[in-house]
């Protein structure tokens, strides 16, 4: 058992998976949980996943509490941290659920307590579902959890966060929070930007209906689909507060694509060719790393 007693702010899909996977795995003796929605804590009462839910402020399962895990939206991450700040136990590990690393790390830096052992997280997993309701403890197996720990950070807590997400069955990686912005801006957020312009564009066409876009609505269409119904709300805040990595990654994006039209409009099919071929190398690349 990673630790005695564990507190999730925010139950939806990541949270009350969180609660669900330590549940199962035996990481945690108590799990709290605190949301600010009352259907939702209503809906975490009745689902039994915690010995105690919080509708609203969490200090006393905070003072109580050896691991706290923010699962808030990213733009109210740094608020909450400093909200539970006065409560936290001395010792205690603080850690976040975040897509965005950087934004986080600058708006707490110098903020936390000495003696709180502050290391942001990120589990890349999920669903296009959201709420209590859609978690289930098996999200965050063989999957990637990036800790991007702040310089000077205890490493000793840092092993026993890593030790907790691993036996919740996520490979652990240790990056820069500059660097994890980046890379995720390129593999993640750019994608969920595109999907959403991409869905926006084809029902607003009005040389296409929307129930021929429903109709014949191939496999490459479909996945683009189910990217862009993820929650509108969450990816608003991590377009906002990663906007310098996004913004850098769309423009190259938008030179590519120039690039590409361009050789459509001049029936340069080796160009065609070589850029779909290369993208094809890269598809195998990550067959591959899925296999192994």
């Excluded at 690039?259 to 190398?281: E, M, N, P, Q, Y």
Aim: aromatic share 6%.
């Amino acid at each position: 058992m990673s630790f005695d007693t564990l507190l999730i702010v925010g139950g939806g899909l990541i949270g009350s998976s969180i609660a669900r996977a330590a549940r199962v795995k035996g990481q945690a003796k108590t799990i709290f949980i605190a949301d600010t929605s009352e259907p939702a804590c209503k809906a975490i009462t009745k689902l039994g996943i915690a010995d105690g839910v919080a509708d609203g402020p969490a200090d006393h399962f905070a003072a109580q509490a050896d691991l706290v895990i923010l699962c808030t939206p990213s733009a109210r991450l740094s608020t909450t941290a400093m909200a539970l700040m006065p409560s936290l136990k001395s010792g205690a590990i603080l850690t976040d659920v975040g897509s965005v690393k950087g934004h986080l790390v600058k708006a707490l830096t110098g903020r936390v307590r000495e003696d709180v052992h502050f290391i942001p997280g990120h589990p890349i997993a999920g669903t296009e579902n959201s709420g209590p309701e859609s978690g289930f403890a098996e999200l965050f197996e063989d999957r990637w959890c990036v800790l991007t720990p702040p310089a000077g950070t205890d490493n000793t807590a840092t092993q026993k966060l890593t030790d907790f997400w691993e036996a919740l069955g996520s490979d652990v990686e240790i990056m820069d929070p500059k660097r994890h912005d980046m890379v995720m801006a390129t593999t993640s957020h750019l994608p969920h930007l595109i999907a959403y312009t991409l869905v926006g564009t084809a029902i607003d066409m009005e040389t296409v209906t929307r129930k021929e876009v429903v109709k014949f609505s191939a496999g490459g269409f479909r996945d683009f689909t189910r990217i862009a119904a993820s929650d509108p709300v969450m990816w608003r805040d991590v377009f906002l507060t990663n906007k310098q990595a996004t913004l850098e990654v769309v423009d190259r994006f938008i030179e590519d694509l120039t690039a590409l039209k361009r050789a459509i409009r001049w029936d340069d099919g080796d160009t065609l060719v070589d850029s779909f071929a290369k993208t094809r190398d890269i598809r195998r690349r990550i067959l591959d790393a899925d296999k192994d």
